[in-house]
């Protein structure tokens, strides 16, 4: 029968022949919810109210100890210390070992919301340039369930920086399309024709963010003077 005392585990020292490095196992999983190993990450977190049901995919030819339990799975009423060690080593390779944190879904719930309030509170200013901080944060709303969505207090900050967003980007499409007209020439009618349309086409908000509507005056200007030009007789 084998013990549950982790020491059966080997550890080489620098003077010993190098054995190598157990394999990452496929899956952790607590509580039927397997959690995302990533190379070089040894701690992670878990939500467990009370009992614990946890489970390791790891090779046949694999010692597995789950906290002081040897074996592939373990079922705990309760931890006290809120944590699980998982221990996996392939014969006298190094072993790998993870460590998981358990909360509380209370718990999980209010770290997930400080973090969405957080990325909202980082947005601060918004310019042209904020759409990945904008994407960020309602990226991570999105993932909420509808619960914890109702703890957001700032929300109406994420809305306001999506409708500011959106409104600097319609206007910058407009002075884009204003800044191409180029020199004012009779030729000009058609590209100046379309950044009228566009600017048209914008809310009142929207238009007083355009930098360079002059610019589209001047060219109506220029080119209406232009077409009276061309019409005088030589």
Same mark, same amino acid.
């Given at each position: 029968?084998?013990?549950?005392?982790?020491?059966?585990?080997?550890?080489?020292? $620098?003077?010993?022949?190098?054995? @190598?490095? &157990? +394999?990452?196992?496929?899956?952790?999983?607590?509580?039927?919810?397997?959690?995302?190993?990533?190379?070089?990450?040894?701690?992670?977190?878990?939500?467990?109210?009370?009992?614990?049901?946890?489970?390791?995919?790891?090779?046949?030819? &694999?010692?597995?100890?789950?906290?002081?339990?040897?074996?592939? *799975?373990?079922?705990?009423? *309760?931890?006290?210390?809120?944590?699980?060690?998982?221990?996996?080593?392939?014969?006298? #390779?190094?072993?790998?070992?993870?460590?998981?944190?358990?909360?509380? !879904?209370? =718990?999980?719930?209010?770290? $997930?919301?400080?973090?969405?309030?957080?990325?909202?509170?980082?947005?601060?200013?918004?310019? #042209?340039? *904020? @759409?990945?901080?904008?994407?960020? $944060?309602?990226?991570?709303?999105? $993932?909420?369930?509808?619960?914890? #969505?109702?703890?957001? &207090?700032?929300?109406?900050?994420?809305?306001?920086?999506?409708?500011?967003?959106?409104?600097?980007?319609? +206007?910058?499409?407009?002075?884009?399309?204003?800044?191409?007209? @180029?020199?004012?020439?009779?030729?000009?009618?058609?590209?100046?024709?379309?950044?009228?349309?566009?600017?048209?086409?914008?809310?009142? +908000? !929207?238009?007083?963010?355009? @930098?360079?509507? =002059?610019?589209?005056?001047? +060219?109506?200007?220029?080119?209406? =003077?232009?077409?009276?030009?061309?019409?005088?007789? *030589?």
């Amino acid at each position: 029968e084998k013990s549950t005392e982790v020491s059966a585990i080997y550890k080489t020292d $620098a003077a010993a022949a190098p054995v @190598g490095v &157990t +394999a990452a196992p496929a899956s952790i999983s607590i509580n039927g919810q397997k959690l995302a190993l990533k190379d070089g990450v040894d701690v992670y977190s878990a939500v467990a109210d009370t009992a614990v049901e946890v489970a390791v995919d790891a090779p046949e030819n &694999t010692n597995v100890y789950i906290n002081d339990v040897y074996g592939k *799975s373990a079922k705990f009423d *309760s931890l006290n210390h809120r944590m699980v060690r998982v221990v996996v080593q392939e014969g006298e #390779k190094e072993p790998v070992i993870y460590y998981v944190n358990l909360k509380t !879904q209370a =718990q999980a719930d209010e770290d $997930a919301v400080a973090d969405v309030i957080a990325k909202i509170d980082a947005i601060g200013e918004v310019t #042209k340039d *904020s @759409g990945s901080s904008i994407k960020a $944060a309602r990226k991570a709303y999105d $993932a909420l369930s509808d619960a914890q #969505k109702e703890l957001v &207090t700032n929300y109406q900050t994420l809305l306001d920086a999506e409708a500011k967003l959106a409104d600097l980007q319609a +206007a910058d499409a407009v002075e884009k399309l204003i800044d191409a007209m @180029g020199t004012v020439t009779l030729d000009s009618e058609e590209a100046i024709k379309a950044a009228r349309d566009a600017y048209d086409a914008l809310t009142d +908000a !929207q238009k007083e963010l355009v @930098g360079n509507y =002059q610019t589209l005056l001047d +060219a109506e200007a220029k080119l209406a =003077q232009l077409k009276k030009d061309a019409e005088k007789p *030589s």
